[in-house]
């Protein structure tokens, strides 16, 4: 649809009108949490996924290891990831950008209860500008923006940090944890 010239009208309120919406028609990915096993999207590459109320859930008690999965195209350059996060415990990650394996040739962005960390390429660095920790036992919406060589994190629609990046110019998506008992 063209941005300028266009009008977009929406009719609403008539409740015997069928729904039109199927999220993987309209995305480049997309998972509902719906059914009883873990979508072929993904890629498990170690943890125990589970599907149940409308969420993916890593429910390993492996301590020590990193549980991923990842999904999407190795060829995605610029594209803004969204989900619900909950931390049970401990730590969750978002990957992006990824070659969509476990070698560490990944840009993860960890969230702690304290900070957000990046492991990139197996380099760890903490974020300087982050105000707020990340809320354990809370569903909190995320979304990062990966544009060019910048990635835009934001918590509950604030700007919790802006990041500049070199090397990695596409890759997929992909959700983990360290340790037992994260979701």
């Keep these: ?67 991923q999965i990842f999904g999407g195209s190795s060829s995605w350059t610029d594209y803004t990831l969204e989900t619900d996060m909950y931390i049970e415990s401990g730590n969750a990650a978002i990957t992006v950008r990824s070659s969509g394996t476990s070698d560490g040739s990944n840009i993860v962005y960890e969230f702690t209860s304290g900070t957000i960390y990046r492991l990139y390429d197996n380099t760890f660095s903490p974020s300087s500008s982050v105000t707020s920790a990340t809320p354990l036992q809370q569903w909190i919406p995320i979304q990062i923006v990966v544009g060019g060589s910048t990635i835009k994190i934001s918590k509950s629609g604030t700007v919790a940090w802006t990041d500049a990046i070199t090397g990695h110019s596409s890759g997929r998506i992909g959700l983990g944890d360290f340790g037992p008992g994260q979701a």
């Excluded at 300028?4 to 009208?9: K, L, N, P, Y």
């Excluded at 990915?29 to 170690?46: A, C, H």
């Design 1 to 67: 649809i063209p941005r300028a010239g266009t009008q977009v009208v929406m009719y609403y309120g008539n409740s015997g009108a069928s729904p039109a919406s199927d999220g993987s028609s309209v995305f480049p990915f997309f998972d509902s949490g719906s059914g009883s096993s873990l979508s072929s999207s993904w890629t498990n590459r170690g943890g125990t996924w589970t599907v149940g109320s409308g969420y993916l859930r890593e429910g390993g008690t492996t301590s020590g290891s990193w549980d």
